[in-house]
């Protein structure tokens, strides 16, 4: 009985060691999923250019340093829609006779498929295509004007003397209808062994990503040439873009059936002088004079003056700073100081 007992007692106090002495085991909770970092988006690859485009600052494949050429564009009602301004560089807007504009165009990075209709030269419109050392295209011109590219070495191809290197089209009548291509120019260009690069003017240029935040708000312009020549432009946010209309229709381009646009819009006041009963013009492209520039719908109004061949635009009178363009294309209209620019420019 004594040895039972005992050996009770031996089991319970072996049971009960191993209980104390065994460790409670909790589970182990399973480890956190890493966190991976969210992917970054795609974003569209930024093309560099080995070149910049002098007239534009816009990125290049090629060096451009060959001579500009500079179309006179007919802007009669019946003449429009006119072929190849959407392509130019920069475009001047400057009256001729009976309160009728005329445009124009400098070419240089761009290449149209159709230009026109050619019109004719004037004095004032050599001025301004000298100073791009440009090749001066035109069909005819007052006496004054061939007088002057006969006694200069101005390059100019006339369809008068050279309309081969011209052709007229059947849905217009003349002279609305002459029309030309940068083929047939360069053409032309050889075979009268005209010289083909030129020291270009300097433009300055903003970045690409540049964003205007000086001057007034400018979304809607209206530029009054007589009551029966208007133009306006309505910027377009998405395109960061001035689109054009002239008597208050969307101005296309006839080959593109694409309404024009403008990067940079320069208007200013020049002095004109009606010469005689023809109601020819001088026109004032040197200056100086008042003006507004004209980007991403803001106004700013400015000094202008012409320097280094070019039209420019400055900050104030002292023309100590100029105003950089936008990379793109620029349109500068001329209108009368009589008025004035108050009476022929209104924005909002």
């Known amino acids: 009985m004594k040895r039972t007992s005992w050996v009770i007692m031996l089991l319970a106090s072996?049971?009960?060691?191993?209980?104390?002495?065994?460790e409670t085991v909790m589970p182990t909770p399973p480890a956190p999923s890493p966190q991976l970092d969210p992917q970054p988006q795609p974003t569209e690859p930024v093309e560099v250019y080995p070149f910049t485009a002098p007239l534009t600052g816009m990125g290049n494949e090629q060096k451009l340093d060959q001579r500009p050429i500079m179309v006179m564009v007919n802007n009669l009602p019946k003449a429009r829609p006119q072929s190849g301004l959407d392509k130019a560089d920069i475009v001047y807007e400057v009256l001729a006779e009976g309160e009728v504009t005329r445009f124009l165009a400098i070419y240089h990075s761009q290449k149209p498929e159709v230009i026109g209709p050619v019109r004719s030269i004037r004095p004032y419109f050599i001025e301004i295509g000298r100073g791009f050392d440009a090749i001066l295209v035109h069909a005819g011109g007052s006496p004054e004007a061939l007088a002057t590219l006969a006694s200069h070495?101005?390059?100019?191809?006339?369809?008068?003397?050279?309309?081969?290197?011209?052709?007229r089209e059947s849905?217009?009548?003349?002279?609305?209808?002459?029309?030309?291509?940068?083929?047939?120019?360069?053409?032309?260009?050889?075979?009268k062994k005209m010289r083909t690069t030129a020291e270009l003017p300097y433009l300055p240029f903003?970045?690409?990503?540049?964003?205007?935040?000086?001057?007034?708000?400018a979304t809607h312009i209206d530029v009054v040439y007589h009551r029966l020549n208007k133009a306006a432009y309505e910027y377009d946010a998405q395109s960061k873009r001035y689109l054009r209309f002239s008597d208050g229709q969307p101005h296309m381009d006839l080959t593109t059936n694409k309404q024009l646009s403008v990067t940079n819009l320069l208007v200013i006041a020049a002095n004109h002088r009606i010469l005689d009963k023809e109601g020819r013009r001088a026109v004032d492209v040197v200056g100086p004079g008042d003006g507004y520039l004209f980007q991403q719908g803001k106004a700013r109004k400015i000094k202008w003056r012409r320097e280094g061949g070019m039209i420019r635009a400055y900050t104030d009178a002292s023309f100590s700073e100029e105003l950089p363009l936008l990379p793109g294309n620029t349109w500068v209209n001329i209108v009368s100081t009589v008025p004035g620019l108050a009476d022929a420019v209104t924005y909002q």
């Open 14 to 22: 072996m049971l009960f060691s191993a209980c104390s002495s065994q």
């Open 171 to 191: 849905f217009r009548k003349p002279p609305h209808n002459l029309y030309t291509n940068l083929d047939k120019i360069e053409q032309a260009i050889a075979d």
């Open 153 to 167: 070495d101005y390059s100019n191809i006339n369809e008068i003397s050279n309309s081969q290197y011209f052709w």
């Open 206 to 217: 903003l970045p690409a990503d540049a964003e205007i935040t000086d001057g007034e708000p």
